[in-house]
């Protein structure tokens, strides 16, 4: 209880000496513009005279693991402005200050294993979409955007901003520079700016808390986001950015005297333009993908439909929340090699879109759904215009997505348009919906090839509705896609069918020293629409528990699951056990997982129910804080008279070495193995890579990538290098 007083007294104190009364619980925050000559160095302290006009907000609240109630450690914030940026000062007193957990982390790698503090600015005010910026103890940063409408954080987006940190024997403080050049607002003057400030204190629990209540039952996370006052808008609303790249590979393919050399020197440019407040322009000329980030292996021997894959790529970073909705209706992972590319996004409060048109080389593979399974054609080169616009009014969100793809060489098209609705009806009832239609003319010509022919159409109709109290939580859901419906720029891996999903959870406090217990069931039907041939029925009872040491656990029993992996084939009954959890050991073992599924499984290939199990590990160590290593392994089994009748394996180890907030050395090894019967497959891929990141816009990779594929060996070396024109001049 002393330290506990002695925090708070600290805090008061500097409260008082700003000269300014703290603000009370949930009210507005306020920025104090800096005077004339008057100019903020960043360095993490917040000993500027400007800091002691500042007014401080004191008044933060627990948001987990206990709602409500007053954190354990303080947290002040005070805003600055000038004609160019804002200056966020965050004071995070700690009795324990030996105890704060600061690892240095790469770009976008923060996470509540760590100390750090978090700004959310929306600076439209419809608390539809927030930008946040992250910085930890150690100073490594994290940014990206919240969406209201599916309550989720994306950490695609980059934006120009900096940040300090300085360790203090009362704990830490930071120091963000928010540029206006990188906050999405309107030119309106009655705009209100909206925000809100978190800290995350992992330790026995782990705590986070916020500048404002946020409840159990709030449509989203942001949804209670405070205003900020006296934010002055730059008289010049306008910037281009110009970001050239060069980019220089040597490749090896092959073995012994079929080996083959090339060598390649490219260059690339991006380009970032602001004409006004409210429009942005991007566009890119040759951009380089290649080796910045890998995809981690997947199981995917005993799957009857296409994975899931994360958007890694900068052009298409930019407004990426509006190019969600209700359905996965855009998928730009679906553009496999971009030569070049045109953007324009444009947010004001009532209206927000994003469009862009892109010449695709291809090279990839085109999905092809169907009832009981999703299969794929080569992907030929193509031209894309794609985009999606969406309204808001009082709680109704509407939307127009469009999506047309036209292949090179006369080989036909695939076309996509349909509106998108989401309504908060009252605080506990929401709905959202969506209805596409499709014309195709690049149908499959049986032997893998797109090939023009007769336009086909199909359409998919989609709707889910939300219910959501403190304790209850519901949702019921409605797919409906006809059979000739596809989207070759989104992700669509059935069609032909109809889904009917329900959900429904009741949590409880303080059981069995948890923090928390939900207690969940789940059910699902698919039926081809034609014939009403049931595809699949499920019913998975589980539960779910959350704990200190940042515990979540689960378990669930599909008890009564049933698959058609073929039309009037015959239902396969699988009955098994899907568990696992995730928590911290120790400071130093941030993040331990285990996955596990465990029962009789059907066998994809051979139309068979058989014994199987599925297991999954992986762990993130920090035995120094400069040293990351990240292990995990993937293994699935499905048992034969004598030999599996399936196994398959896959493996990623991850090493990094971090020289300092901005610059680290990378090295990856992956290996996936499959055994089908006498099917053998491997792969190995290794990969060491340096990066040095000034800035989103100047950075440099080097490095070195080996692959072997069955009996394939291939070998590269590259360098890259992108500077932000701005940000080299600002250096000089």
Request: hydrophobic share 40%; proline share 5%.
């Given at each position: 209880m002393?330290e506990?007083?002695?925090t708070?007294l600290l805090?008061?104190?500097?409260?008082?000496?700003t000269?300014?009364?703290?603000?009370?619980p949930?009210?507005?925050?306020?920025?104090?513009r800096l005077q004339?000559?008057?100019?903020?160095?960043?360095?993490g302290?917040?000993?500027h005279?400007?800091w002691?006009?500042?007014?401080?907000?004191?008044h933060?609240?627990?948001?987990?693991?206990?709602?409500?109630?007053?954190?354990?450690?303080a947290?002040q914030?005070?805003?600055?402005?000038?004609?160019?940026a804002?200056?966020?000062g965050i004071t995070?007193?700690?009795?324990?200050p030996?105890?704060?957990?600061a690892?240095l982390?790469?770009?976008?790698?923060i996470?509540?294993?760590?100390?750090?503090?978090?700004?959310?600015?929306?600076?439209?005010?419809?608390?539809?979409?927030?930008?946040?910026?992250r910085v930890?103890?150690?100073?490594?940063?994290?940014?990206?955007?919240?969406?209201?409408?599916?309550?989720?954080?994306?950490?695609?987006?980059d934006?120009d901003?900096?940040a300090a940190?300085?360790?203090?024997?009362h704990?830490?403080?930071?120091?963000?520079?928010?540029?206006f050049?990188?906050l999405?607002?309107?030119?309106d003057?009655?705009?209100?700016?909206?925000?809100?400030?978190?800290?995350r204190?992992?330790?026995?629990?782990?705590?986070?808390?916020?500048s404002?209540?946020?409840?159990?039952?709030?449509?989203?996370?942001?949804?209670?986001?405070?205003?900020?006052d006296?934010v002055?808008?730059?008289?010049?609303?306008?910037?281009?950015?110009?970001?050239?790249?060069?980019?220089?590979?040597?490749e090896d393919?092959?073995?012994?005297?079929?080996?083959?050399?090339?060598?390649?020197?490219?260059?690339?440019l991006?380009?970032?333009?602001?004409?006004?407040a409210?429009?942005i322009?991007?566009?890119?000329?040759?951009p380089?993908?290649?080796?910045?980030?890998?995809d981690?292996?997947?199981?995917?021997?005993?799957?009857r439909?296409a994975l899931?894959l994360?958007e890694?790529?900068p052009?298409?970073?930019?407004?990426?929340?509006l190019?969600r909705?209700?359905?996965?209706?855009?998928?730009t992972?679906?553009?496999?090699a971009p030569?070049?590319?045109?953007?324009?996004?444009?947010?004001d409060?009532g209206l927000?879109?994003t469009?862009?048109?892109?010449?695709d080389?291809g090279?990839?593979?085109?999905?092809l759904?169907?009832?009981?399974?999703?299969s794929?054609?080569?992907q030929?080169?193509?031209?894309?215009?794609?985009?999606?616009?969406?309204a808001d009014?009082?709680?109704?969100?509407?939307?127009?997505?469009?999506a047309a793809?036209?292949?090179?060489?006369?080989?036909?098209?695939n076309?996509v348009?349909?509106?998108?609705?989401?309504?908060?009806?009252?605080?506990?009832w929401?709905?959202r919906a969506?209805?596409?239609?499709?014309?195709?003319?690049?149908?499959?010509d049986g032997?893998?090839?797109?090939?023009?022919?007769?336009?086909?159409?199909?359409q998919?109709?989609?709707?889910?509705?939300?219910?959501?109290?403190e304790r209850?939580?519901a949702?019921?859901s409605?797919?409906?896609?006809?059979?000739?419906?596809r989207?070759?720029?989104?992700?669509?891996?059935q069609s032909?069918v109809?889904r009917?999903?329900?959900?429904v959870?009741?949590?409880?406090?303080?059981?069995a020293?948890?923090?928390?217990?939900?207690?969940?069931?789940?059910?699902?039907?698919?039926r081809?629409?034609?014939?009403?041939?049931?595809?699949?029925?499920t019913?998975?009872?589980?539960?779910?528990?959350?704990?200190?040491?940042?515990l979540?656990?689960?378990?669930e029993?599909?008890?009564?699951?049933?698959q058609?992996?073929?039309?009037?084939?015959?239902?396969?009954?699988?009955r098994?056990?899907?568990?696992?959890?995730v928590?911290?050991?120790?400071p130093w073992?941030?993040?331990?997982?285990?996955?596990?599924?465990?029962?009789r499984?059907?066998d994809?290939?051979a139309?068979?129910?058989?014994?199987?199990r599925?297991?999954?590990?992986m762990?993130?160590?920090?035995p120094?804080?400069?040293?990351?290593?990240?292990?995990?392994?993937?293994?699935?089994?499905?048992?034969?008279?004598q030999?599996p009748?399936?196994?398959?394996?896959a493996a990623?180890?991850?090493?990094?070495?971090?020289?300092?907030?901005r610059q680290?050395?990378?090295?990856i090894v992956q290996?996936?193995?499959?055994?089908?019967g006498?099917?053998?497959e491997?792969t190995?891929?290794?990969?060491l890579?340096?990066?040095?990141r000034?800035?989103?816009?100047t950075v440099?990779?080097?490095?070195?990538?080996?692959?072997r594929?069955?009996?394939s060996?291939?070998?590269?070396?590259?360098?890259?290098?992108?500077?932000?024109?701005?940000?080299?001049q600002?250096?000089?």
């Amino acid at each position: 209880m002393l330290e506990r007083f002695i925090t708070w007294l600290l805090l008061a104190a500097a409260a008082l000496a700003t000269g300014t009364a703290a603000a009370s619980p949930g009210s507005a925050m306020r920025a104090e513009r800096l005077q004339a000559g008057e100019r903020i160095r960043l360095d993490g302290r917040l000993d500027h005279p400007a800091w002691q006009r500042a007014p401080a907000y004191t008044h933060f609240v627990e948001k987990t693991p206990n709602l409500g109630a007053a954190p354990p450690q303080a947290t002040q914030v005070q805003w600055l402005m000038d004609g160019q940026a804002l200056y966020v000062g965050i004071t995070a007193l700690d009795t324990e200050p030996a105890q704060i957990r600061a690892p240095l982390v790469r770009h976008d790698q923060i996470n509540r294993t760590q100390d750090f503090v978090v700004v959310y600015i929306d600076a439209i005010g419809s608390r539809r979409a927030a930008q946040f910026f992250r910085v930890n103890a150690a100073g490594s940063r994290a940014d990206g955007m919240h969406t209201a409408a599916d309550d989720s954080e994306d950490f695609a987006p980059d934006f120009d901003w900096d940040a300090a940190i300085q360790r203090t024997p009362h704990g830490w403080t930071a120091v963000l520079r928010l540029p206006f050049a990188s906050l999405r607002f309107s030119e309106d003057p009655a705009a209100t700016w909206r925000v809100m400030v978190a800290r995350r204190l992992p330790r026995e629990q782990f705590h986070m808390a916020t500048s404002v209540l946020i409840p159990r039952e709030a449509a989203s996370f942001i949804d209670t986001l405070q205003p900020l006052d006296n934010v002055r808008l730059p008289e010049q609303h306008a910037f281009l950015s110009l970001r050239p790249g060069l980019t220089w590979r040597r490749e090896d393919e092959g073995l012994g005297p079929a080996n083959s050399t090339r060598t390649r020197t490219e260059a690339s440019l991006d380009l970032k333009w602001r004409p006004r407040a409210e429009l942005i322009v991007d566009a890119t000329l040759n951009p380089d993908f290649s080796q910045v980030a890998l995809d981690v292996p997947q199981l995917r021997g005993n799957e009857r439909f296409a994975l899931f894959l994360s958007e890694k790529r900068p052009f298409f970073f930019e407004s990426s929340d509006l190019l969600r909705s209700p359905t996965e209706a855009l998928y730009t992972r679906s553009l496999t090699a971009p030569r070049g590319g045109l953007r324009a996004t444009w947010r004001d409060a009532g209206l927000a879109g994003t469009a862009f048109a892109i010449s695709d080389e291809g090279g990839g593979l085109v999905l092809l759904p169907g009832a009981y399974g999703s299969s794929a054609a080569e992907q030929p080169a193509s031209q894309v215009l794609a985009g999606r616009v969406q309204a808001d009014r009082a709680g109704l969100q509407g939307g127009l997505l469009l999506a047309a793809r036209r292949y090179e060489a006369g080989r036909g098209s695939n076309e996509v348009l349909g509106p998108d609705l989401a309504w908060q009806l009252n605080p506990h009832w929401r709905l959202r919906a969506q209805w596409l239609a499709s014309r195709t003319s690049a149908l499959d010509d049986g032997s893998g090839q797109l090939q023009r022919g007769r336009a086909e159409d199909g359409q998919r109709r989609y709707a889910r509705v939300f219910y959501n109290r403190e304790r209850t939580e519901a949702n019921l859901s409605l797919d409906d896609t006809s059979a000739g419906f596809r989207h070759d720029t989104g992700f669509v891996t059935q069609s032909g069918v109809r889904r009917i999903t329900g959900w429904v959870a009741q949590g409880f406090d303080g059981v069995a020293g948890l923090n928390e217990l939900w207690v969940n069931t789940e059910a699902w039907e698919v039926r081809e629409r034609r014939t009403g041939e049931l595809v699949e029925q499920t019913v998975r009872p589980g539960v779910w528990v959350t704990g200190a040491r940042n515990l979540e656990a689960w378990l669930e029993w599909y008890g009564h699951a049933r698959q058609r992996l073929g039309p009037q084939q015959a239902l396969l009954s699988e009955r098994y056990w899907h568990g696992g959890f995730v928590f911290t050991p120790a400071p130093w073992w941030t993040f331990a997982e285990l996955d596990f599924e465990v029962g009789r499984r059907a066998d994809t290939q051979a139309g068979v129910v058989r014994s199987g199990r599925q297991l999954g590990l992986m762990a993130r160590l920090r035995p120094l804080p400069f040293l990351e290593l990240e292990p995990r392994w993937n293994m699935a089994r499905l048992g034969g008279a004598q030999l599996p009748a399936y196994r398959e394996t896959a493996a990623q180890g991850l090493v990094v070495w971090h020289f300092g907030p901005r610059q680290y050395l990378r090295g990856i090894v992956q290996r996936s193995n499959l055994q089908r019967g006498t099917l053998r497959e491997a792969t190995r891929t290794g990969s060491l890579t340096w990066s040095y990141r000034h800035g989103p816009g100047t950075v440099v990779y080097v490095g070195a990538a080996r692959s072997r594929e069955g009996g394939s060996l291939r070998r590269e070396t590259f360098v890259k290098l992108q500077v932000d024109l701005d940000e080299v001049q600002a250096l000089f």
